[in-house]
């Protein structure tokens, strides 16, 4: 072999590694969105234990959040299990969507907290 075919063999391995798009998502959706909701709960409780005598935004956004993170769940579980490819591709896709809708309210908990606005 010469020196251009295993320049060309590591770009391509490269490429191949670093920028493969995963042909199903749903999986990782699926473990990633139960593991968030485990998190939502957390910050949930250590609210309510935390005795707050009303909502807050806090609160409200990672209530949305959990319901994203659920629906995620059940989409991607869903899309694994259909035999029709097209099926399954659309519910991964609003799968996915819904999942970046709750780590959208995630952010939004998070910058909250960091900054002790609105608690």
Do not use: Q, W
């Given at each position: 072999m010469n020196n251009n075919s295993i320049e060309t063999n590591r770009l391509i391995?490269?490429?191949?590694t670093e920028f493969m798009?995963?042909?199903?998502?749903?999986?990782?959706?699926?473990?990633?969105?139960?593991?968030l909701l485990g998190f939502c709960l957390i910050i949930i409780t250590s609210i309510k234990v935390s005795?707050?005598?009303?909502?807050?935004?806090i609160d409200?956004?990672?209530?949305?959040?959990?319901?994203?993170?659920?629906?995620?769940?059940?989409?991607?579980?869903?899309s694994m299990k259909f035999k029709s490819r097209p099926k399954a591709e659309r519910l991964e896709y609003i799968a996915d969507i819904v999942f970046l809708s709750a780590l959208?309210?995630?952010?939004?908990?998070i910058i909250l907290v960091s900054f002790n606005l609105f608690v």
């Amino acid at each position: 072999m010469n020196n251009n075919s295993i320049e060309t063999n590591r770009l391509i391995l490269f490429l191949n590694t670093e920028f493969m798009i995963p042909e199903n998502k749903s999986p990782h959706i699926l473990n990633t969105s139960a593991n968030l909701l485990g998190f939502c709960l957390i910050i949930i409780t250590s609210i309510k234990v935390s005795r707050f005598g009303s909502a807050t935004i806090i609160d409200n956004v990672t209530g949305i959040a959990v319901i994203c993170l659920m629906l995620s769940c059940v989409l991607s579980f869903l899309s694994m299990k259909f035999k029709s490819r097209p099926k399954a591709e659309r519910l991964e896709y609003i799968a996915d969507i819904v999942f970046l809708s709750a780590l959208l309210c995630l952010s939004a908990t998070i910058i909250l907290v960091s900054f002790n606005l609105f608690v």
